[in-house]
C-alpha cells in the first residue's frame, strides 16, 4: 500500500513559478512509475508529466520547456518544478504511483493522492 501526500499549491500570478511536492510511503518508493496528472473544471483529467523507475521523463505538450518532474528516491517523493505559469494551468494537481509504468501513462494507476489546487491569476 502506497499513500501519497501532495503540497506546493497555491495562488500565484501569470508567468510565475511553483513547485509541487508528493511525499509518498512506504518503503518501495524506488519501484515505482510516479506521474503528475491535472484536472481543470469541467474538464477531463490529463497527464502533465512522468517520471519512470530509471528517471526516464515525458511531458504533455502543453507543458513541455515550463514544467520539469524530478524525484528523490532518498525521501521517497516526486516533485513538479512549474514555470512561466499560464492561467490554463489553473486546475487541481494530482500525484499518482504505479508499479507499472503503463498504468499511469493511461490514467489508471493504483494510488493517487489527494489533489492540491494550483490557480493562475492573469
Known amino acids: 500500500q502506497v499513500q501519497l501526500v501532495e503540497s506546493g499549491g497555491g495562488l500565484v500570478q501569470a508567468g510565475g513559478s511553483l513547485r509541487l511536492s508528493c511525499a509518498a510511503s512506504?518503503?518501495?518508493?524506488?519501484?515505482?512509475?510516479m506521474g503528475w496528472f491535472r484536472q481543470a473544471p469541467g474538464k477531463q483529467r490529463e497527464l502533465v508529466a512522468v517520471?519512470?523507475?530509471?528517471?526516464?521523463?515525458n511531458y504533455a505538450d502543453s507543458v513541455k520547456g515550463r514544467f520539469t518532474i524530478s524525484r528523490d528516491n532518498a525521501k521517497n517523493t516526486v516533485y513538479l518544478q512549474m514555470n512561466s505559469l499560464k492561467p490554463e494551468d489553473t486546475a487541481v494537481y494530482y500525484c499518482?504511483?504505479?508499479?507499472?509504468?503503463?498504468?499511469?501513462?493511461?490514467?489508471?494507476?493504483?494510488?493517487w493522492g489527494q489533489g492540491t489546487q494550483v490557480t493562475v491569476s492573469s
Open positions: 512506504g518503503r518501495t518508493f524506488s519501484s515505482y512509475a
Open positions: 517520471i519512470t523507475v530509471g528517471g526516464n521523463t
Open positions: 499518482a504511483a504505479d508499479r507499472l509504468l503503463r498504468l499511469v501513462t493511461t490514467a489508471a494507476p493504483n494510488y
